[in-house]
Nanobody, 127 residues
Framework: QVQLVESGGGLVQAGGSLRLSCAAS????????MAWFRQAPGKERDFVGA????????HSADSVKGRFTISRDNAQNTMYLQMNSLKPEDTAVYYC????????????????????WGQGTQVTVSS
């Protein structure tokens, strides 16, 4: 089992920045990929970005490219989402997720690939 705990959400004005953290515990993450998803009120959960624990390969949604950056700290077993130039449409509950990589093609945008989920952290961007 892997436990995921998000933190760092809050209220920020448009144009501002926040950094989200996702602390993982329970297992060695070397064979995992981790991701951020978000869900705005009344909408489906959407992919934001992902990173492989081994190699640090990243993939981001077009809507956040150039504004959001995903990184991880292997020693701390923590993934980060640095969010800059925030917009009101970024308002959502942000979830982190972990996927056991079992070989084959990496498809980070597919929600059903993920084995573990955190409880989410609220990000609100005011205009």
């Amino acid at each position: 089992q892997v436990q995921l705990v998000e933190s760092g959400g809050g209220l920020v004005q448009a144009g501002g920045s926040l950094r989200l953290s996702c602390a993982a515990s329970g297992r060695t993450l070397s064979t995992y990929a981790m991701a951020w998803f978000r869900q705005a009120p009344g909408k489906e959960r959407d992919f934001v970005g992902a990173i492989t624990w081994r190699g640090g390969f990243t993939h981001s949604a077009d809507s956040v490219k150039g504004r959001f950056t995903i990184s991880r700290d292997n020693a701390q077993n923590t993934m980060y989402l640095q969010m800059n130039s925030l917009k009101p449409e970024d308002t959502a509950v942000y979830y982190c997720a972990a996927e056991v990589l079992r070989g084959g093609r990496w498809e980070p945008e597919l929600e059903n690939k993920y084995d573990y989920w955190g409880q989410g952290t609220q990000v609100t961007v005011s205009s």
